[in-house]
């Protein structure tokens, strides 16, 4: 007997020094959708907490930016700190996963923007967000699948 997908939300974030950008999924179709991006705010523990809440998430996967040698830079362990912090405060399950380059993806993703009056090329900063933790759960998410059959 197969088992039964488990149902739920699952959300991941992309913690940053100013915004925190989030992404969910369903755990029965697994597939990662940006969604939005919040104010890191003087709290981002308590952001992130109400916005988990909010969304009735079973589990959360927290961007973690490793350096390219797998060091815990300074940013690294400021998100370590913040899913320390929300695995004390959430009754969920609350996971790090590698980040690596995944703002340099998520700039490749987003459309070309438009020029501005003044010229200048202008993007939504939370887009970016957003759409990086799409690409941190997804990865999270993939890595959870059992091996194809066939």
């Known amino acids: 007997m197969t088992p039964q997908p488990r149902s739920g939300r699952i959300l991941a974030i992309d ?3 100013k915004r925190i950008g989030v992404a969910a999924a369903d755990l029965r179709t697994r597939v990662a959708i940006p ?6 705010g003087a709290d981002p523990v308590e952001a992130v907490t109400r916005l988990a809440r909010e969304q009735d998430a079973q589990e959360l996967v927290v961007g973690l930016a490793l350096s390219l040698s797998g060091a815990l830079g300074p940013q690294a362990q400021r998100a370590q700190a913040l899913a320390d912090a929300l695995a004390g405060r959430l009754d969920i399950p609350v996971h790090t996963w590698d980040e690596r380059l ?3 993806e998520a700039r490749h993703r987003l459309p070309r923007p ?6 200048r090329k202008r993007r939504p900063k939370g887009d970016l967000d957003a759409i990086a933790a ?3 759960l997804q990865a999270y998410l993939d890595s959870q699948r059992g091996p194809a059959s066939g």
Request: aromatic residues 0%; without cysteine; hydrophobic residues 40%.
């Open 35 to 40: 969604v939005t991006t919040i104010d890191a």
């Open 102 to 104: 995944t703002s340099a």
């Open 134 to 136: 799409a690409i941190i």
């Open 114 to 119: 438009g020029r501005r009056a003044s010229g």
């Open 15 to 17: 913690p940053g020094e």
